[in-house]
């Protein structure tokens, strides 16, 4: 029914940015809405944590990325966007979103992207 696409990942120096992109698509139906957006990440040997959420009321952040990172979320794209600067090393991980979205015939489910990779060097 719905597919999430993420794009925008790669490897960046500390200090550097990147935006990640998260495209909701319809692989059958008619249409469908985006609700509630997120970011989470996973690290070799971490458990996944969520990185960043934005609904149609507010936007919450991890403690560790408050104030360099960013979560939009577009409505007439379906994209769910995630602006990451001043990285960190410790920053590097596979960064997934998920989407909550309705479709008429699904009602809202969860989606989950196939990740995408995030390196930042030293």
């Known amino acids: 029914q719905v597919q999430l696409v993420e794009s925008g990942g790669g490897t960046v120096q500390a200090g550097g940015s990147l935006r990640l992109s998260c495209a909701a698509s319809l692989t059958s139906g008619s249409w469908l809405r985006l609700n509630t957006g997120a970011w989470y990440r996973q690290a070799p040997g971490k458990q996944r944590e969520l990185v960043a959420i934005?609904?149609?009321?507010?936007?919450n952040y991890a403690d560790s990325v408050k104030g360099r990172f960013a979560i939009s979320r577009d409505m007439a794209k379906n994209t769910v966007d995630l602006q990451m600067n001043e990285l960190k090393p410790e920053d590097t991980a596979v960064y997934y979103c998920?989407?909550?979205?309705?479709?008429?015939?699904?009602?809202?489910?969860?989606?989950w992207g196939q990740g995408t990779q995030v390196t930042v060097s030293s």
């Open positions: 934005v609904t149609d009321r507010y936007t």
């Open positions: 998920n989407d909550n979205i309705w479709t008429p015939s699904a009602g809202s489910v969860d989606y």
